[in-house]
Every structure is written in C-alpha cells, then in structure tokens.
C-alpha cells in the first residue's frame, strides 16, 4: 500500500525550521506520487525536558515506534552543555532513541558538488569528486557502556564494550553497499591501543571472507584524521565504533563546502531515523538562515529506506537543481541568498 | 653544569634515520656552546621484541631514567598491525614508557611556514598564520585503563578512567602556557555523552579561576575536529584527554603542509621524552627520503627543556633558514630535493 506513518521530532535550536521544510516536500512528493504521508509530530531533547522533564518521553517512543521511519531534527542546547551538573541532558533523549529502536548502523554519505567547491577550506583538486559512505555503529561502545563519577567528583569512568554480534550486523551492511559501490571498506580503529578495536579488526577480517570482491583496508583513527583531509577520495565505505565515527564523519562532514548539506540514515532491523548531520546552532534559531537541504536529503534517504526510489531521485534532482541555480541559504552563498524557507519552497516548485 | 645525558631511542622505521640528524646536530651545538652531551643509546619497540621479546627492555628504562631528556625516533611495524592476536607490541614499549616515566603531559606545537602553505591540502588564507599549541594528557584514559577481551572473543572493553588529580596537572600547564601565549585554553571533551568529559569541564573550568586573565571555551570533539579544518586560526592552547588528543593533534599535523615538520614534548615532573609527531612510516624506512625535520626540532624543544634556550634558537634558525632555502626532503619539494642526511648536513653547516 502506499500509506505511510511518519513520525516528525522537530528537536532543538533550527531543528523546527528545517524540519518543517522536510515536511513541506514530503507533502508535494505525496501529492505528485500519489503516496498518503501521516504525519506524527512528537517532543524530544530540550524542549521536551522543559515541558516534561523527559527528554524522551513516553508517548514519543510511542509515536515512533509505531511510525514506518522517524524524520527528527536536531538537539541541543547551550543551557545544558555549560551545565556540567545536570542531571538531564536533551543528549540523553536521542541516544535512548538510537538504543530503543535498535538503530544500529548510522549512514553518512559525504559528497561533493562541483558548484560548491569554492566553498570547501581544502584545495578544490583535493576534494573534487569525493565520495565516502561512512558506516559508523550507532547503539555501543563508549557511549552506551556502564558510566560513573564518584560523589565527591574526584574521578570518574566511561567504559567502551562491544560484542561481535554488534561488530557483524553493521559490518554486513557495509560489506553490502561497499560491493555496490567502488568495492573497498577501510576499517577505522585504534588496534596498536585498544582491546575493542582488536576485536573489530578480527571480527570484519572473517567477515570480509564473505566479500572476495570487496578490498579490507585497516587504518588507525588518528590516521585516518590525516587521510580525510590529505586525501579523501582514497576512501569508498568507511566502517567504525560509534565514538570514532562520530569525530570521523564530522571531520569529513565539511569537506564539501557546508554541513548544511548532509544528510544521515539510522538504520536497524525494524525502525530507521534520518536526520542531518548538522546541530541545533542555537545562535541561528529562530532567524530563518539555516539551511533546509540537509534535512530535506535526510528526507530523500526516508524514502529510499521505504523503497519510494523513483520519488528519492526527484527530490535529490530538484535539489541539484537548487544548488546548480545558487538558489541557496547564506552559508552557501553570501551575496545573494534565499531564506530556509524559500530554498524549501523553490525545491517544492520544482517537483 | 653543562653537562647532560641524553638517552637516544632511533626505534623503528624511518627513526633511526631522522634520530640520526638530530644526533648529528646536537653535537654540532655542543661544539658551538660548549655542551657536553653524552648520548647513551637504548632499544625500544619491534626491534626490541625481534632481539629480546620485550619492547621495553628493563635496560632501555634504566637509561631513560638516569637520563636528563630522552630523544625518540617512532614506533610500529606493519608485522604487528596486521596480526590482531599478537600478545605483545611495539606500541606497548612506548605506551609503558610514557607511564614509567610519568610523562602527563604531551605538546604539540602547530604552526604553519608561509613558504610551505602550498604543499597544505587547505586553502592558503585558511592556513596561513595557524599557531596552536596542543596539551594533551598522555598517561591515563582508555589508553591505561582496564583492557578485556573474552577467551573465545565473543567481547571486548576498554575503560577511560580519569581522576581529579590527573586532570589538574595538565591544566595547569596548558593556562601557563596560555598565559604567555593568546590567553585562550579550548578545553575539547565529549560532555554531552561522557561522565570523564563532565569531569574534566569540571575540573578544567574551576582551575580557571586561577588564571583570570585566561578565557576558557568547551569544544565537543566532533565540533573539533570541524573547526580544526575550517578555521585553525581561532585556536592558541587546547587541552584534551588522550584519545581525543591522539585524534585532534594528528589532523591538526596536515595543516602545515608536512606532518614531517611538527615536534612534541612529552613531560613529566622528573623526566621528558622528545619525538616527532609522524609514524615509523616503514613504506620509506633505509631510503633516504624521510624528512628529519621533526626529529630535529624535536631536539629543540628537548634544548628549551634543558634551559638552552640560545641553542634551541640557534637551531630553529638553523631549520628555518633549510626551509627558506627550499633545502628540504622530497614530501616538501618533489622536484628538487635533499636526502635526509643532506639536510642534516645544511643544518649542521648553518650552525
Ligand atoms: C548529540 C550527540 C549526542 C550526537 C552523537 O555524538 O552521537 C551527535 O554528535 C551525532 O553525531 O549525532
Ligand atoms: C603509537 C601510538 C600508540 C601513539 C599513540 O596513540 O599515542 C601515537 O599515535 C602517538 O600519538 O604518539
């Protein structure tokens, strides 16, 4: 059938605005592909601790567990981040979300646009033409291992645990797109130190045997610091733990020219979350500057997850087409620029 | 007196070779100032462990100990990296070392030559005037913490423990520094997800009340490692625990066009280690062609340490005046260029 539950959490900060782009061409997208879209706005992070004093709240699990895929926005705020003492963070709603729904793989294309280039801080030949997926595990390691500080705040530990089975679910799915793609996985860790990365550089190297056509490359994360910028063309599908995932692909993230660009998928076996990759920049809230395409690509990865492919490549069409047209927000273009919502409303034109 | 012991550890890889120069070096400024140093020659790292099964022999220790400074080539060997179920490593001699010695503290300066900005993958004006000094903690977090893998590798953990006192030492450091520097510290952390993040800002934010004069921001590492690549300038100390160090400090190292230029100091309260930043890159080991650059500015920092500070400036004079005359390795100029030991020679000639 082709109806679809839509779970919407807006979030924090320029989460709101963006996201109600999303919105706004997903609805067009329902029109001209005649797809019925039910939306399910729901809270999550700051705003919902301020009303709830849950940055998850029940019935929000609720809405999302029962949607067919979750659009969320952004969290964050700086209320919390110079509160070293609270107890409850905005953080701690998306982060129970990721675990809750079993999002185990988060999926983060890094691309660039020829037309933006001039954008980037790194040398146009260095970064033209580059194209990485990272796959970076979304529901362990550090951030979901046992945590304590002591009551008298003289110390304090995070641990990073992982299984194989958590290391072989993702690895798969890397393996899978990086045979679709130019057929190569560089493993990021930290093996010369870790325990947890010699598990992952053993775990991956028996599962590459499953993949003959797929070259298994292994790279130290300070390392692969170096690479992204020195050149990261050399990389294709980039497999990582959850926390060297999260500096990597943020590293990677503005290689193109702006973050407000990139979108992400989080995936698990009966749910999926896309949202982009950027923050809640809480200094540009509320001022219309912020760039929708982020979220309205996380929107187009949403419907690839619900196989609507034929409407996921018009949207990313009538997006290309916005950027070819510097039809774009202020960090895209300084001179002449549009507001969030009229970049939105051009890429709803145009489909 | 003027008399100093210096404990010399080439290790492996390209080591021996940059060690080399910035022996060679040394002597020469012994000769000009009328120093005397004994350099006292110890293993440590693969080749330790192809001669004695140990990559830090007690022997090796000892030196290191009754030495004034030790000076230190690089570590790791591709045998090791590539085989997960290795019991021992080269990494382990210099992790262990770092920690016998008590070295907390690792600096690394960042600074750009405008003759070099070319060779940099970043823009020219993103680049150009970069000055920043890393503080990263050497000797705790998940580096030293508990390490577990399971008999039948079904898991694996790594803790990051931090205690208050550890914290405290570096910090103090890093706003000295930052007092006679731009009087900024970026604390760098992951507090929205760690408890030894939030103990850090903690820590961090109530030394700061000893420095008024210094401004203290937080940076999540994530946002770091962004704003490392898109505005370098806007950083003078930042201090950060060791993985986090590890990470930042190595992508910090290609902003200046070659990682083969950039020193540290390791420092503890009665011994201190010199390095370069690079690798044993065993890819160039025995041809000639690494650039002993960072060894010997290595060696510089290792003279300010001795309190040699005419020396240590005569021999940055000495390197710059190698770099203005583009009398440099082959990763600096690809079409005229200088084997390691000729650019140790112009170096010993200048002096
Ligand atoms: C908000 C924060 C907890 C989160 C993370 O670290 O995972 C964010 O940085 C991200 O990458 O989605
Ligand atoms: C060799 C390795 C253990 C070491 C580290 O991670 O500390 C190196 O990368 C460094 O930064 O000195």
Redo the contacts between chains.
Sequence with gaps: SHNYKIAVLPGDGIGPEVTAESVKVLNVIAQAFQYNFQFEYAKMGAEAIFETGNPLPEETLTVCKNADAVLFGAI?DPY???N??AKV?P?QGL?KLRKELGLFANIRPIKTYTSLTKK????KE?VDGTDIQIYRELISG??F?E???DEN????????????DEIVQIAHLAFQDAQKRRKKVTLVD???????S??W???V?EIAKDYPDVTLE?LF???A??Q????PKQFDVILTEN??G??????A??IGGS?GLLPSASIGNDNALFEPIH?SYPQAKGKGIANPIASILSAAMLLDYLKLDVAANKLREAVEHAIDHRYVTEDLNKEQNYSTSEVGDFIVDYI
Tied chains: 1, 2.
């Design positions: 964050g919390f981040d110079n070293p003492d963070r953080e982060l980037s801080p790194l040398k260095v550090i951030y291992g945590k304590f500080t705040g003289e110390y304090a530990y995070d641990v990073c645990k992982y299984s194989k930290k093996a010369n130190v870790l325990d947890t010699r598990l550089r053993k775990v190297q292994f994360v300070d390392n610091a170096m992204m910028i020195l050149n926390m060297f999260d500096i990597i692909s943020d590293e993230s503005v973050i923050g």
